[in-house]
């Protein structure tokens, strides 16, 4: 299992300021529409610039037409990240047109529900609950050769079961950590269970009035 580190903090310097701190830990870091919105393409460059080694994960979810996706991949894999999101409701022939691009060299990971969603804000959309559909979009997210989908940890496990399929689990925290705007959260210890292979945590780290103690828990946690 390996750690994402979500840098969702309110300016560039505040998050290139927190990567100082960890900068030596083995860790992902996950670039959402905020940052990259306001950073853009050099932020990117200025995260490698403290750790070459950090892998990037670009999480744009990307859901338009499938031509629009597989452009739009190629433009992220122009940007030398190392993962991808994309929405799995966007279609088969969708994902696989991205998938034509991303090969081995991009992982792409579909989101199943996001996990700001309970059942009672899914189901008016989708027609069905999260647990049963998650699992139906990561079968289609296997179709069109996906590397694996987002979920949560309380669907990872149906969906390893189901699926060859990577899972990565956002919404991680400790118990007494606050959930903020997360519903289907778990610990550490849950995502383990559930056979993630990636797991994400941004406030439970960022928030902390020690984030490197807070990463390294996170760590030997998921050892």
């Given at each position: 299992?390996?750690?994402?580190?979500?840098?969702?903090?309110?300016?560039?310097?505040?998050?290139?300021?927190?990567l100082q701190k960890l900068k030596d830990c083995p860790i992902w870091v996950k670039v959402g529409l905020r940052s990259f919105i306001r950073d853009e393409k050099k932020f990117l460059e200025e995260i490698k610039a403290i750790n070459p080694n950090f892998k990037i994960f670009l999480d744009l979810k990307l859901y338009d037409i499938p031509n629009t996706m597989k452009t739009a991949?190629?433009?992220?894999?122009?940007?030398?990240?190392?993962?991808?999101?994309?929405?799995a409701s966007s279609g088969i022939e969708a994902m696989s047109e991205v998938m034509s691009v991303a090969k081995d060299s991009l992982l792409v990971f579909a989101v199943t529900a996001l996990t700001s969603f309970d059942d009672e804000g899914f189901i008016p959309i989708y027609n069905a609950p999260i647990k049963s559909h998650?699992?139906?979009?990561?079968?289609?997210a296997q179709k069109g050769n996906c590397h694996g989908v987002v979920c949560s940890p309380h669907e990872s496990l149906e969906i390893k079961n189901s699926t060859s399929l990577l899972t990565l689990t956002p919404g991680i925290r400790f118990a007494e950590n606050e959930y903020g705007d997360q519903k289907r959260i778990a610990t550490p210890k849950v995502a383990k269970e559930?056979?993630?292979?990636?797991?994400?945590?941004?406030?439970?780290?960022?928030?902390?009035h020690d984030p490197l103690q807070a990463t390294l828990r996170f760590l030997e946690e998921i050892q």
């Open positions: 299992m390996q750690l994402c580190l979500a840098l969702d903090l309110a300016s560039k310097a505040e998050n290139l300021s927190l991949t190629q433009e992220c894999k122009n940007l030398g990240v190392d993962m991808i999101t994309i929405h998650a699992k139906t979009l990561a079968l289609l559930a056979k993630a292979d990636f797991i994400v945590v941004g406030r439970p780290i960022y928030t902390h």
